[in-house]
Structures are given as C-alpha cells and as structure tokens.
C-alpha cells in the first residue's frame, strides 16, 4: 500500500508540474517530477543526468540475468530497442525520454513471452527502468551502465550513439545533420517548422501561441518528419518543439538561440514579412496597411481590422473590461479579419488577441500608449461622428446635459437578502459596476439614479472576495471611495474589494 500511494504521489506532481507547459522549456536535464525522483523507493527513477554514472559490475546484475550478446536492449538504425524478458502481464519503459511516464511507452508482449519495444530516440545519454504491471519499476539486467536513483537501488542508462549498433560488421555513419537551409524557412504562405529527431507526437510551443504544447501539432511526412506551416506576423519569437507531450526540444537548425531560465536554450526565429524562399530575388517586405485601413469610425460603429493571419480574432480593450472572447472578429474574404463595434465617444485603448493568447498592436493605428509591460497598447479615439463613411456626416450627439448635483452620501457596500448593495456618490450621467463577478464589463450592471442624485444596484454575488470599480460616463474607472478595502489592480493601480460570507 506505501508503495502504491507513492506513485500516485509522484503521478500527481507530475502531472501539476507540467500542465499547459513550461512558459519558457523544461529545465535542462529534466527528468520528472522532481530531484531526487517522487516515485517508489529501491525503484525509482532520478534526474540520471546529475548523478555520477556509476558502471556497472557482475554483483550488480540480479542473479542469473546473464543475457546472450545482442539479446537484450540495443541501438539499431530504426532506434532503440528495448526488452523485457523478466515476465508481467504488462510492461511499459520510462525515462529521462517520456517524463518518466509509466504509461507513455507501452512495450508488446512477444510470440517468445518477451516484451519489447523500438523507440526512436535523439543521440543523447539518457537513464531509464521498465515498468512491469504498473507498479513494479525494474533495472535492465541487459544494460551496459548503471546510475543510482537515490534510494537504494539503479537506474539503466542507454548511450544512443546516432549510428546503427547492430549494424554489421562496419560502423554505421553517425547520423546525418540537418542540411544548411532545413530549419524553420519562411515562406509566402507562413513559417515552415520541421523537426527530424523522432517520437510519436510532435508540437510546435512558442511565444506565438502561449506556449501551448497541443495548440501547433506537426504532421508526420513520407519521410519520417514532422513539419507544420504557421502563419506569424513579423517579429521576433522563442520556440521549441514538444515531442511526445513532454519531451521539450530545440530545433537543431536554428540561426539563433536565448536562454530559457532553466539552464537550457530555446530556439528563435525572425519573421521578416518577406517569403525567404522566393526565387530568386527577395520578395518585397510585406505592405504596410494603406492609408485609412485602420480603425475607422462611421456611422454604424468603429470598424477595426487586423491583417497579420491567425485562426481566431478578438478586440480586446477598454470598452470590454479587456475581454478576450466578447468581440470576435470576422474573417473576411481576402483573409484579413473584421468588427463594426458601437463606441460612445471617448479615447479607448486596445489591442487584438490573435488565436486566444498573443495579444497585438494595431499597426494602423493612430496613436499609442505603454500597456505597462514593455510593449503599446493601440488607441481609438471616438468623435462620435462617422468619420470614415458615407459622404453625408453624421453629426456629433448633442452633449449630455450637465449631471445633476448629489445630496446623498457615499455608503461602503452593504450585504442585504437580496444581495449587495453598492452606492456611488457622484455627479455622473451614467455609472456601471464592473468586476470580477462579471467579466470586467462596462455594460453589463448598470446603477440607477435615485433622487438624492446617488447611484446604486443590488448585485447578487457569490460568497468569497471579489474586486470591482465603478464605471463612470461610460470611459471613467472610478474606486468606491466609501469603501476603504483595496488591493492592487497589478497595473499600478487599485482595485476595490468587497468580502461575502
């Protein structure tokens, strides 16, 4: 029983260390949930890689595992072979290659009772132990080096060479490099990744898509490759593939690498807009946007545009609480993507959020402003006529009528049986309540004015702690200055709290 809640131990910090993936790669060496290993003691797998290799001796194999020369695991020109004679009704391998995955590489029992199993593998050095019936981790007695796990007992360790170990009798070449100009190319259509190292599973994780390890999956070639096509707009972007669903690597062919804070590397790219593999000239750097292809307000709306590719499109800004699914834009028929959005007249910042994670400026804007993370936030200035439309103009809205003057006094927000009551205490012609409960949105929980020139609503909440601030004439954000509970709002300024039990 001890040993069977360990591994479910170490199934479940394997499983939290790795969800969604690493933001910037697995840590070099990776391998598994934790040093020394999570898994059952005497057993159990370890970081081999930071531990001193320790050769194997005839005391250290188990009593009459002596194998015949070539029978055991071994390198051949199609990967590693691996085999299990030590009996079970299942086996699986597990390493430093899958995470120490007990179920991600099952081996097939044989016609001779044997369980064996060939498994591309990148050249490399990597420790590993069979898994008999799930829960039985087990030394290759047929391994030529051994490591400590740290409890007491071994780990296998197979040295992949790149070359063929069972070929005859000559020393099969060591495996070729990728050919100058095999790396990630650019093209007219988009950036083709192709990764040549092996394995079941193959994705493409990176700045461009969040680091999402099944977002980007490669398709497997003729050739034993994976290659994807990914449309990105210009710039500057980290990368590596995901083999497997936990394997993460650098692509090889790249002109460039950055660290990624783990001590290992991830891949780079510089998406120039110009299809790198246009014959024979260069091809011209992509068109900027002509002139009035921006956000242009006419006299139905703002229509905003994004021409930079992506399979999904939001507008995201200060008119939506910053939503990233609200306001979805259309895909036109020239490929660029569209929204005719009602904006009252204001200054609004915004960006695009292109496939649900990479948040973009807007080229053709007018205007920008630091989004407060190194980068711009695009802006939208409303006049409220159609500036962009028909030749006929729209006129402006006549101004709103001065807000009539406040009696009332602010009162912090107040928990009832109908739910809780907030109050804002100042001229306004309109104030929303916008927060956490309701996605940040301006428009969603209006107040209304009572005769003392207060605003309030009554707003069921569920009980926990919730962050909110008013929205004042539709493009002001206000505190609840009655309420003096606050935290930061993480882009320096406040949010106002209130508590339901």
């Given at each position: 029983m001890k040993r069977s809640l360990l591994l479910l131990a170490s199934l479940a910090v394997l499983l939290s260390g790795c969800a969604g993936g690493w933001r910037h790669g697995p840590p070099a060496g990776y391998a598994g949930p934790g040093t020394p290993a999570t898994l059952v003691p005497g057993g159990?797998?370890?970081?081999?890689?930071?531990?001193?290799?320790?050769?194997?001796?005839?005391?250290?194999?188990?009593?009459?595992?002596?194998?015949?020369?070539?029978?055991?695991?071994?390198?051949?020109?199609?990967?590693?072979?691996?085999?299990?004679?030590?009996?079970?009704?299942?086996?699986?391998?597990?390493?430093?290659?899958?995470?120490?995955?007990?179920?991600?590489?099952?081996?097939?029992?044989?016609?001779?009772?044997?369980?064996?199993?060939?498994?591309?593998?990148?050249?490399?050095?990597?420790?590993?132990?069979?898994?008999?019936?799930?829960?039985?981790?087990?030394?290759?007695?047929?391994?030529?080096?051994?490591?400590?796990?740290?409890?007491?007992?071994?780990?296998?360790?197979?040295?992949?060479?790149?070359?063929?170990?069972?070929?005859?009798?000559?020393?099969?070449?060591?495996?070729?490099?990728p050919a100058a100009g095999a790396g990630p190319r650019e093209t007219a259509d988009g950036v083709r990744f192709v990764w040549t190292g092996g394995g079941g599973t193959v994705n493409l994780a990176g700045e461009f898509n969040g680091w999402s390890t099944s977002e980007d999956p490669l398709a497997k070639q003729a050739d034993g490759s994976f290659a994807i096509l990914k449309k990105l707009a210009p710039g500057r972007y980290a990368y590596k593939f995901v083999v497997d669903g936990t394997n993460w690597k650098e692509d090889p062919t790249a002109a460039e690498f950055v660290d990624d804070g783990f001590g290992g590397k991830n891949s780079v790219i510089v998406v120039t807009g110009a299809a790198a593999a246009a014959p024979p000239a260069a091809a011209p750097a992509a068109a900027k946007p002509a002139a009035g292809a921006g956000p242009r307000e006419t006299a139905d709306g703002v229509r905003f545009v994004w021409t930079g590719g992506g399979g999904t499109v939001n507008l995201a800004g200060e008119f939506n609480g910053w939503s990233t699914s609200e306001d979805p834009l259309a895909k036109q028929a020239d490929g660029s993507f569209a929204i005719l959005k009602k904006l009252a007249p204001g200054r609004y910042a915004y960006k695009f959020v292109v496939d649900g994670t990479s948040w973009k400026e807007d080229p053709t804007a007018a205007e920008f402003v630091d989004d407060g993370f190194g980068g711009k936030n695009s802006v939208i200035v409303v006049a409220g006529a159609a500036g962009g439309g028909a030749p006929q103009t729209v006129s402006a809205p006549a101004a709103p009528a001065a807000p009539a003057p406040v009696t009332g006094k602010a009162k912090p927000p107040a928990a009832g049986p109908d739910g809780v009551t907030f109050t804002f205490a100042q001229p306004a012609t309109s104030v929303h309540l916008a927060g956490d409960f309701n996605g940040w949105s301006t428009t969603t929980d209006p107040l209304t004015r009572q005769a003392d020139g207060t605003w309030t609503i009554t707003k069921k909440l569920p009980a926990g702690t919730h962050a909110y601030r008013f929205v004042v004439n539709g493009t002001t954000w206000k505190l609840d200055d009655a309420n003096p509970d606050s935290r930061d709002d993480g882009f320096g300024g406040k949010n106002s709290i209130v508590t339901v039990k």
């Open positions: 159990a797998p370890e970081a081999a890689a930071a531990a001193p290799a320790v050769a194997a001796t005839p005391a250290a194999r188990p009593a009459g595992a002596a194998k015949a020369a070539g029978a055991g695991t071994a390198e051949t020109k199609d990967g590693v072979r691996f085999v299990w004679t030590g009996g079970g009704g299942s086996v699986a391998v597990a390493g430093e290659f899958n995470a120490w995955s007990p179920t991600a590489d099952a081996m097939q029992k044989q016609a001779d009772g044997s369980f064996a199993l060939l498994k591309p593998l990148a050249p490399g050095r990597y420790a590993y132990k069979f898994v008999v019936d799930g829960t039985n981790w087990k030394e290759d007695p047929t391994a030529a080096e051994f490591v400590d796990d740290g409890f007491g007992g071994k780990n296998s360790v197979i040295v992949v060479t790149g070359a063929a170990a069972a070929a005859p009798p000559a020393t099969a070449p060591a495996a070729a490099k």
